[in-house]
């Protein structure tokens, strides 16, 4: 063979690699450089949530009561959300959501009232509780979306501490109750939140007093070493069995109007609008909050009409009368010190 014809096939075999390596003649794709996942978060805090465990359960509701019979309550410091009502006999009680974090005891758990069905229906899942009238028991039975499951039907996953006088002490299981089963899930977000780093924008605020009734009114002072509000009744920090004073992370003062008629004489109306006060980070945002049905989560927005976004973090929901009955006092923080001077040089 000539030295011409090899040259020749040695062309043609290295053409055909190029046309193979190429792709028949398509143009290569350009390599793409990884992006991170974007970090998962508990629906119902904003914390970061890195096993993503509250996004594979339901949100789970409790009714606890808040006689001081019932103090210190048991796993009410682990809840991401807790809504305080006004209930007949100007006593109030919480229903304390729980999804991020599951306890493994809860409670007193204590009857549901008329509120109830409005205030968890926007959260499905699981609601607990001891019982109720037949009127109120119903209407929580036909709450959309909630799986509700009093003493009856709880089975072993509710049990009554003998150390205990009934009616105080009804508790429950944490997991064992989630196994009930809830939709949805992951549950839906109450709250929007300040993205990480970012400032919420108020007037600082040293503490607020809720004025419900003797024995129930309510101190929350900020505490900026931790940037949560420490809850009290009057000089009395509110514990939890676990010896933890209840902190949140944002207070929401909502301001309610009455009534919607109950088999309990009357129900404060969370569907609707009005005034809410929202405490974050040592600041205060006076603004409103609106609903429209009982389907949707409520909405909190300031003056301008734009939505106030919380601290990642737990936050209590504050049911107070819009009455003159039951005052709400802020305590403005003290000014700033001024930053020392720093001294003039003299030349010489």
């Known amino acids: 063979m000539n030295r011409n014809r090899v040259v020749a096939i040695a062309t043609v075999f290295l053409l055909v690699a190029l046309a193979a390596c190429g792709g028949g003649g398509h143009t290569a794709k350009k390599r793409v450089a990884p992006t991170s996942p974007k970090p998962t978060v508990a629906p119902l805090t904003g914390l970061p949530d890195p096993n993503g ?19 210190p309550q048991t796993g009410l410091d682990s809840a991401d ?27 007193p ?26 009127e109120t028991v119903d209407l929580i039975r036909h709450a959309p979306g909630v799986n509700s499951l009093d003493e009856t039907q709880a089975g072993s996953a509710m049990f009554r501490d003998k150390s205990k006088r009934a009616p105080h002490n009804l508790y429950g299981h944490g ?9 949805p899930v992951p549950v839906r977000p109450l709250f929007s939140y300040l993205d990480n780093g ?42 939890a069995d676990s010896g933890q004073q209840i902190a949140p992370t944002n207070v929401i003062v909502q301001f309610v109007g009455c009534c919607v008629p109950s ?19 040592g600041k205060i945002v006076r603004g409103q ?17 734009a939505p106030i976004k919380l601290q990642p973090g737990r936050t209590w929901v504050e049911y107070v009368p819009a009455s003159p009955d039951y005052p709400v006092n802020v305590t403005a923080a003290p000014p700033s010190a001024p930053a020392p001077s720093t001294p003039a040089t003299t030349r010489r």
């Open 53 to 71: 465990e509250s996004l594979r359960r339901p949100a789970l509701s409790i009714k606890i009561e808040n006689t001081p019979e019932a103090r």
């Open 81 to 107: 959300v807790v809504f305080e009502e006004v209930t007949e006999g100007e006593i109030t009680r919480f229903v304390a959501v729980f999804n991020s974090a599951i306890p493994d005891v809860i409670g």
């Open 109 to 134: 758990i204590r009857s549901v009232r008329a509120m109830d069905p409005d205030i968890v229906t926007p959260l499905g899942g699981i609601f607990a509780y001891s019982g109720g009238i037949p």
């Open 175 to 183: 997991q064992d109750l989630l196994t009930k089963g809830g939709q």
């Open 198 to 239: 970012a400032t919420f924008n108020g007037d600082p605020v040293a503490s607020i007093d809720v004025g419900f009734k003797q024995g129930y009114g309510v101190t929350y002072t900020f505490d900026a070493a931790s940037h949560t509000w420490k809850r009290s009744y009057g000089l009395a920090p509110h514990t």
């Open 263 to 281: 088999p309990e004489g009357g129900a404060y109306q969370t569907v609707g609008q009005g005034q809410a006060w929202v405490l974050s980070d």
């Open 289 to 305: 909050w609106t609903r429209s049905d009982r389907s949707q989560p409520t909405q909190y927005v300031d003056a301008s009409g």
